[in-house]
């Protein structure tokens, strides 16, 4: 599978629910998960990969070398809660850039697995960064929309240069857009 870059059209379109249940989606995921990671992701979703379907993987486990995909189908954020963090953050489809976007660090996701199971995930840290990052894709959301106006200006003009230099997903760039502070996922 390959990555949808930015800006093409589909990234920005609401994906349409998935039938819980449905066998294809167990074939879906583990293509898509096969994408994330080899371009170095923790998060992909259905849009990323030209499927306009609620469905993400995501693997936040920083510390284990073992691959353990959580594949969520239909997520829905039900609650978020904390002060408000901003930290610098990539995607696999704005390859060579990241852009700082301020985010509650804590949120809670209602979902169903590829069995038909509905589930209550609850994330902080990288995790509750990676899901909020990879429903925003799923309601037509990209990294541009998700930062502030001139936050977005400048990750637009780093943007056409990261691309003018080669980057490809999973390039994450030197550090964030011109004028911004590093640090962060």
Known sequence: ???VLSPDPLLRQ???PCEVGDKSLKKLARKMA???YKNNGCGLAGPQVGVLKRIIVVDCDTESDEQDPLFLVNPVITDREGEELTEDEGCLS???IS???TRQPFVRVRYFDLEGEEWVLEGDGLLGRCLQHEIDHLDGKTLFESCSPSARIEALRAYEAALAAGAKPG???TGPA????AGGT
């Not at 011109?178 to 502070?181: K, S, T, V, Y």
Request: charged fraction near 15%; charge should be negative.
């Open 99 to 101: 852009i700082p976007v």
């Open 14 to 16: 609401v994906c349409a």
């Open 34 to 36: 096969q994408a994330m």
């Open 94 to 96: 704005c390859p060579g």
């Open 1 to 3: 599978m390959d990555i």
């Open 171 to 173: 390039d994450t760039g």
């Open 178 to 181: 011109p004028g911004q502070e």
